[in-house]
Antibody, heavy 117, light 110 residues
Framework: EVQLVESGGGLVQPGGSLRLSCVGSGFSLSTSWMHWVRKAPGKGLVWVSLIKSDGTSTTYADSVKGRFIISRDNVKNTVYLQMNSLRDEDTAVYYC??????????WGQGTTVTVSS | QSALTQPRSVSGSPGQSVTLSCTGTSGDVGGHNYVSWYQQHSGKAPKVMIYDVSTRPSGVPDRFSGSKSGNTASLTISGLQPEDEADYYCCSLAGSYTWVFGGGTKLTVL
């Protein structure tokens, strides 16, 4: 079964950092472009970032550009989201998802990030 | 990167049809056919229901259909079932390998 599992969420103070992980199972993540998407409490889905298969190309939403870094380790079948300079408004459930021809195809169950003092 | 515009809520009775709209610009929805729709039940992961404007993934009931006209995409659900009650999000490639979602529509089955 194709599955994605996120981890690394938690409570962090404003200005702090956190690294999220997304591990794939049942398939080789190395051939997939990968996305991160977030959903703040009471709000809708917001696209955050993309990394292409070989990791050489990345893109970001304006709201996180310069603060978040997406990366991947294809040997470990894992994608990461390094989140720095965290703000209250970054509080959300963060999902990773595979890309299939510009569609977010397979989604993980999400990991919760809470930014609060 | 402005969010696509969706109505906040839509409702219908079992067996009826409803249409959810998603309005963007020529830079996203109107510029190509990479529009997709996601269903999200409370506390669950999103699930793709339609991709490439009107293609249904295997396993999605044919009660779900998608279309597009100009800068507006639509998701139609016919023969509403109680289990269709969920939040629905449209999503579009927005250029330069970025994506944009709509604000989401809460579908209530009366």
């Amino acid at each position: 079964e194709v599955q994605l599992v996120e981890s690394g969420g938690g409570l962090v103070q404003p200005g702090g950092s956190l690294r999220l992980s997304c591990v794939g199972s049942g398939f080789s993540l190395s051939t997939s472009w990968m996305h991160w998407v977030r959903k703040a409490p009471g709000k809708g889905l917001v696209w955050v970032s993309l990394i292409k298969s070989d990791g050489t190309s990345t893109t970001y939403a304006d709201s996180v550009k310069g603060r978040f870094i997406i990366s991947r380790d294809n040997v470990k079948n894992t994608v990461y989201l390094q989140m720095n300079s965290l703000r209250d408004e970054d509080t959300a459930v963060y999902y990773c998802a595979t890309d299939r021809y510009y569609t977010l195809n397979v989604w993980g169950q999400g990991t919760t990030v809470t930014v609060s003092s | 990167q402005s969010a696509l515009t969706q109505p906040r809520s839509v409702s219908g009775s079992p067996g009826q049809s409803v249409t959810l709209s998603c309005t963007g610009t020529s830079g996203d929805v109107g510029g190509h056919n990479y529009v997709s729709w996601y269903q999200q039940h409370s506390g669950k992961a999103p699930k793709v229901m339609i991709y490439d404007v009107s293609t249904r993934p295997s396993g999605v009931p044919d009660r779900f259909s998608g279309s597009k006209s100009g800068n507006t995409a639509s998701l139609t659900i016919s023969g509403l079932q109680p289990e269709d009650e969920a939040d629905y999000y449209c999503c579009s490639l927005a250029g330069s390998y970025t994506w944009v979602f709509g604000g989401g529509t809460k579908l209530t089955v009366l």
